[in-house]
DNA sequence: ATAGGGTTAG
């Protein structure tokens, strides 16, 4: 039916793209296409990802990866991350970050936008403005994207920052070329919306006023902005007036013009107005009657819980209380108070010193009480100065984050505020034993059905003797390959220099790497499960042994996350990275692996690029991180595995 | 050989 590759390929994109065939048509062919090539793939991917099915990208990303001889190329990351975007899954993403970073695409402008754009839309501005950093030469997408996702999460001052650096860095270029740069339209446009967002209408219509383009968009925005924050400014300047009539007649106004858009800020003035009149029940209903019908977000906005704090500065604290445990009653009907708003409460009633109260509150919660209740709790200890409840707080807090160290720092504080030096060092060595106890590890390997489980530095396996000799000779290859012990991923705490060194190599991956090459055929797979992550150098070393001794090693993390995708480590320079898809979230509600756990292990060193389809282990569902030191690699220029 | 990123508000 196909009579060239090439042919078949432009036949099948014009399936995908035409609006008069369906995707379906365009899977029947593909279905059809013996060997698929990569440009094929890449097309179903992308077209999936437009779908409302965007999930099957990530299958035919894993077909990709399992079935054909074809790595990913520049061109199936944007489709993929754009795919993960759809369906919001932040694990997933990451997961394709990951590999873009190991791979030879890791300063791709097209692909870390569309990461940009990505981690912005699942919420994750960090992470968005961590991506944006790093570009080495970021083009006015780069900056778009970042601002735009600003201007989306919120985060104003943000947004606007980086505007004004994006101004900067432009303004050299414009004074050399003496040539007036042309602002991106979508940009301007973007722009202006947060201006109008902000209530700064006067850098709105200075910007608009600029724009050399405008288009009905900016128009709108321009117009509807202005709208707004007159309507705005009327009401707050009557309602920080103490005219609060005034401004709930302007309000009732606004409500009958057919153009004006409220936004959160009006209904911020409006109910700090109703407050004022202590008639709170009143704008409550109102509220809830325009919830209804508008502004989604501030039906979940725990900011409606403070809001009297804000019009309090002169308000006594039993007034401020007062407020905060009416509207708390009130806002039941309008919207089902969230965790969230039980911790504002609790640290309204906390720092009113009304402690007691704060504690009934919670043990009438209806659900369960977060760490973030605990932590209101015991930051109002600590104003004050509560020990024995501040404790109680910092146990129950500690039961739901065994690892939340600013809890420990918090009581230890509280303990020096009051004096208790005892318990400060008490908490101090609590804290360090802790941290040792963190990272206290072993690894096991079996071999003929017996399990066999190294600790650190462990001389107990009966084979020790050949394990030790067996590992002075990798020591010597490795020494003599050139490998440095890489003394800052030491995790441990020793104080010696050359104990750290010793520490290192003496990690229960080497010593059951050591034992795997002694106790197994060389054609075997040696693997390996480490109960925390696998250090840096362990990484390595299993790279390095695999290399010199030819053998396939597979050196496994379990981490329990109950999260699902977590990373396991991100630091600035990106120097190890490892992120997974647990597999007991994958698959649950998208459906997008079956039998494949999609997992990435991306290490710093830029020589060699792992990725591994790892097939699930049901036995071991708390994977996070598989490190497969495999016998082929990546080429990076054919796109072809060898 | 073919292809990629951001896009306001309603």
Redesign the pocket.
Known sequence: MFF????A??LF?ASTLSPFSSLEYARKVFDEIPEP???????LI?AYSWSPEPSESVKIFLRMLCESPYFP???????L??AA?KLSRLGVGQVFHGLVVKSS?GD???????L???Y??CGDLDFAYRVFVRIGE?????W??MI??F??GGCFDKALELFREMEAENVKPNAVTKKGIKM???????M???Y??CGSVEDAKKLFDEMEEK????W??MI??QETATWNALISAYDQNGKPQEALAIFHQLQLSKNA?PDELTFVSTLSSYAQLGAMDVGVEELRLICSTECMKLRSSPMLLLLPMYYACACSHSGLVEEGRMFFNQMEPVVVPGVKHYACMVDILGRAGLLEEAVEFIEKMPITPSASVWGALLGACKIHENVELAEQACSRLLELEPENDKALVLLSNIYAKTGKWDNVSELKKRMRVSELQKERGWSSMEVNGTLHKFLAADNSHPLSKEIYSKLDEIVAKLKSSGHVTNKSLLLQLVDEEDMKEQGLNLHGEKLAIAFGLISTSPSQLIRIVKNLRVCGDCHTVAKLISKLYNREILLRDSHISSLGARPIRFDDELDLLAFSEAPETIGSDGGLVDEDVLTAVIWGDETETLLVREPLDLSSNSVSAVTHVSLFEKSHNTNEKP
Request: aromatic share 12%.
């Open positions: 060239d590759a090439y042919s390929s432009k994109t090539n990569l440009y094929m793939l890449n097309t992308r190329n520049k061109f199936t990351f944007p489709f991350i754009k975007t695409f791709d402008v097209f692909i870390l936008n569309s940009i754009h990505f912005a839309s970021k083009d006015v997408v780069s778009n994207s735009s996702g201007v989306q991106d339209l979508t940009l301007s446009n973007a202006l919306d947060m109008a967002k288009d009905i968009v900016s709108t925005t509807d902005g858009n």
